[in-house]
Structure formats: C-alpha cells, structure tokens
C-alpha cells in the first residue's frame, strides 16, 4: 500500500512529510464549489472527499489523503482571493478580530472512507490599509484561503491562535496521524516495511 497524497499544495506535501512516511503527491483538480447553506466544517470535509475520491478512483488499493481549507467569519465563507480587490476585502474583515480556520480531511481506500474537519481560532491585530497594500504586494494571499499566510509575512498580523497552527497552514498533521492510525490498523509513523 503506498500513501498519496490527492494535493498540489506544497505545504501540505512539507507537513505529511512529518510522519516520516514514503509519499507520493497527486494533483486532485477537483471541484471547489461549496453547495449554499452549507457550514464550513460541513464544507472542508466534502472538499477534501471529492479530491480523495478523484486520486481514488486510478489508485483503489492505496491510501489516499485528502484535505481542504477554509476561513470562516460572520457566517461567511473565505476560500482563495480572485482578485486584489478580494484580497483586501477579506483582509479587512480579519483586520482586528478573531476568526476560524477549518481544514477538513479525507482518508480513502478500498472503498472505505473516513473524513473529520478540525477548527483553530486566530486572532489578528487590526491592520491600516498601508499594511493590506504592502502585504498584497508580497503575492502572498493569492493562494491561500482567507487571503493570508499564517507561516510567512501573513505572521506578522497575527495576535494568537487556539488550537493546531498546522491547521491553518493546511494539514492538521498530529490528528492525521491519529485517525491514520485508527483507519489502518498496523500503521505506523517512520518508514516502517511491513504496512497494513
Ligand atoms: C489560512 C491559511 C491558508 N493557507 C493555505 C492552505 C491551503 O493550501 C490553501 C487553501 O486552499 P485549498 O483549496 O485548501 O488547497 P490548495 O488548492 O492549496 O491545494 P490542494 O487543493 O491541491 O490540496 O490556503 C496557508 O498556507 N496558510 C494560512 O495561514
């Protein structure tokens, strides 16, 4: 059994590397479109199936990993910037307050499935619109959901976080191990020969 991660992200691919496991990566062009009305856990988890069940469908007998994140505030739903325009828009409304970060995960193989979604809390200072401009400058929101980066410049804007910081970069990698460990029996973190 080989693990695949359904993503192009490089950032995921840097935090599933953290388990000390052989990987490969697999870009999962899926469909992003979140259906109306639904909640943002809701939401990540269905993202990260359809990316799992495309990789899925090529390799049945593997574990396939995927995920999806999303900023969620006032009820809305952040996902990527299309357009500076967006960017500074959802910048603003980050600007001072606390918001939520959900990533949601998707484990696939055999046929079988398990998803969870995991949810951290992060407080930005407020920022002035000179701040928004140098930061859209860096290139740095555009792909990204919420329009920033909590591990690059995005860093600077940040009061505090409850809850997994590797949540909010993509990929909440302690749970992942556990839940990996749960739907694999005889899974284990490192590079070990004989898997389930
Ligand atoms: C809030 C936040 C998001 N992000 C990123 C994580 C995700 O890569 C991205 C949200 O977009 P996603 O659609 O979740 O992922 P992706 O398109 O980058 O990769 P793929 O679908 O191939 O797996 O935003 C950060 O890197 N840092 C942050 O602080």
Do not use: L, N, R, W
């Given at each position: 059994m080989q693990m695949i991660l359904?993503?192009?992200?490089p950032r995921r691919k840097e935090l599933l590397a953290f388990l000390g496991h052989p990987f490969l990566t697999m870009p999962a062009d899926a469909d992003e479109s979140i259906p109306q009305g639904m909640g943002p856990e809701e939401a990540v988890r269905l993202l990260a199936r359809r990316k799992a069940n495309l990789v899925a469908q090529s390799h049945p007998d593997d574990l396939v990993i995927g995920a999806d994140t999303v900023v969620a505030i006032d009820g809305r739903i952040l996902g990527k910037p299309e357009s500076p325009q967006q960017a500074a828009e959802m910048l603003a409304l980050l600007s001072g307050r606390i918001h939520s970060v959900y990533t949601g995960v998707c484990l696939q193989k055999n046929g079988e499935r398990r998803a969870f979604s995991q949810r951290t809390r992060v407080a930005f200072y407020p920022l002035t619109q000179e701040e928004i401009a140098w930061y859209l400058d860096t290139g740095?929101?555009?792909?990204k959901a919420g329009a920033y980066?909590?591990?690059?410049?995005?860093?600077?804007?940040?009061k505090g976080i409850e809850g997994d910081y590797f949540n909010v970069m993509g990929l909440p990698i302690a749970r992942l191990c556990r839940e990996i460990q749960a739907f694999c029996p005889g899974w284990k973190l490192g590079n070990t020969a004989a898997q389930a």
């Open positions: 359904a993503s192009q992200s740095e929101p555009f792909d980066g909590v591990q690059g410049f995005g860093s600077v804007f940040v």
